[in-house]
């Protein structure tokens, strides 16, 4: 695999991980020169690192005991990569899984992302996402509710 695909592969697998961990400000670091668009929620739902990590807390449940326990898992990953122009793009599938106190451990949203991604510098670092929700289970002990159209 190139360093592009592993570099890539990286910031999509580290988004996953810093947000079951309930690590916002984490999840805003890798959007710090990008934004995120949800179907159904608009096309600028977010952009850059504080408002990023802003928009995870106003919007995500957190345990105590664990993060927002819950379990990403990004696969099918399709990445392409233009050298020359310093840009690449990945489509990928989603599920999320969550179990709580009160929920016993099931998928709780599926879908699709698609991630467009600059090299500046020698670094990959996001541009846009664009996560299209296709399956919703019960939200209700991951987002707060109110918050998006999927509560």
Known sequence: ?????????????????????????GVGE???????SVEGMGE????????????FRRTTQVYESGGARTHHL??????EVDEEADTATCQS???MY?????????????????????????????????IAVRLVGNMGHHLKADTTPFT
């Not at 695999?1 to 890539?8: H, P, W």
């Open 1 to 25: 695999m190139s360093d592009a695909l592993q570099e890539i592969s990286k910031l999509i697998f580290l988004c996953d991980q810093r947000n079951d961990d309930g690590d916002f400000d």
């Open 30 to 36: 890798l959007f710090a020169h990008g934004s995120i």
């Open 44 to 55: 600028d739902v977010c952009s850059g690192a504080e408002q990023t990590a802003q928009q």
């Open 74 to 79: 990004s696969t099918n990953l399709i990445i």
């Open 93 to 95: 599938h989603y599920v």
């Open 98 to 130: 969550q179990q709580t106190d009160a929920l016993p451990l099931q998928p709780i949203n599926a879908g699709r992302n698609f991630d467009t991604f600059e090299r500046v510098d020698g670094a990959w670092r996001w541009k846009k996402r664009e």
